[in-house]
């Protein structure tokens, strides 16, 4: 259990020796009932709703085992985090800086950050094409078949789109640049995405503040996940993650953090939003209207987790590692090799899917 998520409202994390302890109401109980019991040698990071209270000893406990917090408010947006002391590497920081400051170096890293995105973006069209494909030949509905050529077609057209794009981004001269091949690439990229959706929840185009559908709700879930991840593993390695390329550096915002889980996006966020509706883990019952928008509530989060859990911890074999590895490995392997690229800028290789 890498990743403990404790969202009951009411409940209560205590310290018990070696474990963690949730207590709180159960159904048809009076007062309260242990809950379950988690020992702290599985747990890598903790994440709590605001509803529900934990102790100073167990607070003390998780950051002296280096166990990051994250707390959630009641429409699953992070409020903040506790987080071990990050390491004393006063010389890499100032490397950092000074990195920053130099546009080419901050051009080249970019560069390879958005062709890694876009690489995806088609990889992941690519594999749903493929699956689809296999589907719809198999249809005794020739009404059907005839649907599904239309829609494959149009996936196609995107994904030969991409494979074009690629030469101009190896000429862009300029963040601007860049930027323009990314917005246009990723709203077409979801044009085609979408297209493989149940027809019950459709999406238009991306709305983040506030999502305004439930697939917006989960992709926007499971961005703020991923992008925590990312500020957790820039500070275990003693980089500033507020000091970004791709997205320059501004108060209020993590920029290295966005930067660096720009290519992980494809895989992990919008391809696990994708499963949880075309296998039905998330359905109506778990998001609810707030705010003017459309949120994941308390089933609907606690089921989501599961699943970004589940997957961010699933095995595969890298082509481009030559091993088996995660993709939480895979955020520490990226952020330890900008680290390295602030010396040596071709050690720096964006996460590719296979």
């Not at 988690?38 to 529900?52: C, F, G, H, K, M």
């Not at 490397?95 to 080419?104: A, G, H, K, M």
């Not at 091993?323 to 390295?340: G, P």
Request: proline fraction near 6%; glycine fraction near 6%; charged fraction near 25%.
């Amino acid at each position: 259990m890498p990743t403990a998520a404790i969202l009951k409202p009411d409940s209560r994390v205590r310290l018990d020796r070696e474990r963690l302890e949730i207590v709180g109401p159960e159904e048809g109980v009076d007062g309260d009932s242990l809950l379950r019991e988690i020992p702290l040698r599985d747990v890598d990071r903790l994440i709590l709703s605001e509803q529900v209270q934990i102790t100073s000893q167990a607070i003390g406990e998780v950051l002296r085992r280096e166990i990051p917090v994250i707390w959630l408010d009641s429409h699953g947006h992070v409020l903040g985090n506790f987080l071990p002391p990050p390491p004393a590497h006063g010389a890499a920081r100032l490397r950092q800086y000074q990195r920053v400051l130099d546009s080419q170096f901050g051009l080249e890293m970019a560069g390879r950050i958005i062709t890694a995105k876009i690489y995806n973006q088609r990889r992941v069209l690519q594999r749903l094409l493929a699956s689809r494909r296999s589907e719809s030949s198999s249809s005794d509905d020739p009404a059907n078949r005839a649907l599904g050529t239309a829609k494959f077609e149009s996936v196609d057209d995107t994904i030969r789109w991409m494979d074009a794009l690629f030469s101009s981004l190896k000429t862009a001269s300029n963040f601007d640049e860049l930027r323009g091949y990314e917005g246009v690439s990723t709203a077409r990229y979801f044009s085609a995405w979408a297209t493989f959706l149940p027809p019950e929840f459709p999406f238009e185009s991306r709305s983040t503040r506030p999502p305004l559908n439930p697939v917006n709700a989960c992709i926007s879930f499971g961005a703020t996940l991923l992008y925590q991840e990312f500020v957790a593993a820039c500070h275990a390695r003693g980089l500033d993650p507020a000091l970004g390329m791709l997205h320059t550096t501004e108060d209020g915002r993590w920029s290295l953090a966005l930067d660096l889980m720009e290519p992980f996006r494809p895989v992990f966020v919008e391809a696990l939003a994708l499963d949880c509706f075309s296998h039905q883990m998330l359905n109506e019952k778990h998001f609810e209207p707030r705010k003017g928008g459309v949120y994941l509530n308390e089933e609907g989060r606690r089921k989501f987790l599961l699943q970004y859990e589940r997957r961010m911890e699933r095995q595969f074999l890298s082509e481009s590692a030559g091993h088996r590895t995660t993709l939480r490995q895979q955020i520490d392997l990226q952020t330890a090799q900008f680290k390295t690229s602030l010396d040596a800028p071709s050690a720096f290789e964006p996460f590719l899917m296979n």
